[in-house]
């Protein structure tokens, strides 16, 4: 069984920093693309940066140039590193990622879509 699991979350102080991680674990051929979402009190969930397994990067316009995701292919691990953090960044994050092993009971190469359960993040404002 494939699972996801970020760790990293906290309170901090605007314009403090946190580093998020996201550990993929079970029986598993590739990691493919992965991502980090958040969402915030009272709002939709929305991406916040994405990373290709050849470590091409995107984010979105309000974390550009404060949040840096990067990864691990050799830990199976993808980390979110926040600087300058804002109340505004307050939500739970969630990491996401696109995955080929065991499912029910065979082995395939098709990547399937993984959730974590959240990790919370709360800036005070």
């Known amino acids: 069984q494939v699972q996801l699991v970020e760790s990293g979350g906290g309170l901090v102080q605007p314009g403090g920093s946190l580093r998020l991680s996201c550990a993929a674990s079970?029986?598993?051929?590739?990691?493919?693309?992965m991502a980090w979402y958040r969402q915030g009190p009272g709002k939709e969930r929305e991406l916040v940066a994405t990373?290709?397994?050849?470590?091409?990067?995107y984010y979105r316009d309000p974390v550009k140039g404060r949040f840096t995701v990067s990864r691990d292919n050799a830990k199976k691990t993808m980390y979110l590193q926040m600087n300058s953090l804002k109340s505004e960044d307050t939500a739970v994050y969630y990491c996401?990622?696109?995955?080929?092993?065991?499912?029910?009971?065979?082995?395939?190469?098709?990547?399937?879509?993984?959730w974590g359960q959240g990790t919370q993040v709360t800036v005070p404002s």
């Open positions: 990373i290709t397994s050849s470590g091409r990067t």
């Open positions: 996401n990622a696109r995955i080929s092993g065991l499912r029910a009971g065979l082995w395939s190469n098709e990547e399937y879509e993984y």
């Open positions: 079970g029986s598993i051929s590739s990691v493919g693309d």
